[in-house]
């Protein structure tokens, strides 16, 4: 199906794609959404009989939006499709393609947005304290944990950090977060300290595993990069050691503790938001309900008149 300037709708997604990809350097995972959500977008105008931009209204978005209800599909799957889509379109509007963006005034679809699962700081440092750094393997899987619960880094951010980018004489890590951007995060002294004990006397020993030297900070058994799956799986048998609960602990949730912990300690929120990498202040503040949360929980199992009824 044609749109206005004699390509197809399948083109024009395909011209957005490639630029959100090499000109925005948006990452891969991203774009395959955008590609997904943005086929049966296409494909809705199609069904619709939209064959040229110019006919394209508000009302197509919103008709969208109700074909995937319809369909079943929640509203956190629905939201998305609706950025996909907005951005595609707001995209055409600034090439020149678009007079208007028919996304405007256009409502997010609504959801519940869930308190992240926590760990108290207690159970953190039980976490810790159950891996055995008397061996190079018990040395990775402690400065991992250090490391990611005391810089808050995304998982991948942990796994992909390279050599240069952990500066311990400065503290500080050189992490790439979503969109290729790259910040510094401040790192503490225990996370420093155990970074130190497995480059020094853990990391050497599975790096000679392998006939090709990487440049990970931190390595598998075999000397390769260690990937997501490695480490959650890893997480999972040092939770079972501590005697937590393992479907309570993933690389996530020690983020989660990390922003919480910060903020309850009287951490600005916009210095947590630049730590963690938000690109907006929103989903930051997600934690200061958490926090507001653990603190009533907390008087109310400890204050001698927290509770009523006792």
């Known amino acids: ?155 991948s951010e942990l796994v992909e950090l390279p050599l240069a980018g952990l500066e311990l004489r400065a503290g500080l890590a050189r992490v790439v977060g979503k969109g290729r951007r790259e910040r510094i995060v401040p790192l503490g002294e225990l996370a420093l300290t155990a970074a130190r004990a497995w480059l020094a006397d853990g990391r050497p020993v599975f790096a000679r595993a392998s006939g090709r030297e990487s440049d990970a900070v931190f390595l598998s058994r075999r000397g390769a990069m260690m990937t997501r799956q490695n480490f959650f799986v890893r997480l999972r048998v040092i939770a079972g050691a501590a005697g937590i609960d393992k479907d309570r602990v993933s690389p996530h949730v020690l983020r989660h503790a990390f922003a919480t912990d910060l903020l309850e300690g009287g951490a600005d929120l916009r210095a947590v938001q630049t730590m963690l990498g938000h690109a907006d202040l929103s989903t930051t503040e997600i934690y200061t309900h958490v926090s507001r949360k653990r603190l009533r929980e907390t008087v109310e199992t400890r204050h001698p008149r927290g509770r009523t009824g006792r």
């Open 1 to 155: 199906m044609a749109t206005s300037d004699g390509t197809s709708w399948a083109a024009a997604v395909e011209g957005f794609l490639a630029f959100s990809s090499v000109e925005r350097g948006l990452a891969p995972r991203t774009v395959e959404a955008y590609a997904h959500d943005l086929s049966r977008f296409v494909a809705h105008l199609e069904d619709a009989r939209v064959p040229r931009l110019s006919r394209l209204r508000r009302g197509h978005v919103t008709g969208f939006l109700e074909r995937l209800e319809r369909e079943k599909l929640g509203a956190r799957s629905r939201a998305r499709a609706l950025v996909a889509v907005r951005r595609f379109l707001r995209h055409l509007c600034a090439i020149g393609v678009l007079d208007t963006d028919p996304t405007e005034g256009v409502e997010r679809p609504r959801m519940e947005r869930p308190l992240p699962r926590l760990l108290r700081s207690d159970e953190v440092a039980a976490l810790i304290d159950a891996v055995d750094p008397g061996t190079p393997l018990g040395l990775r899987d402690r400065a991992m944990v250090e490391v990611l619960y005391g810089g808050g880094l995304r998982v």
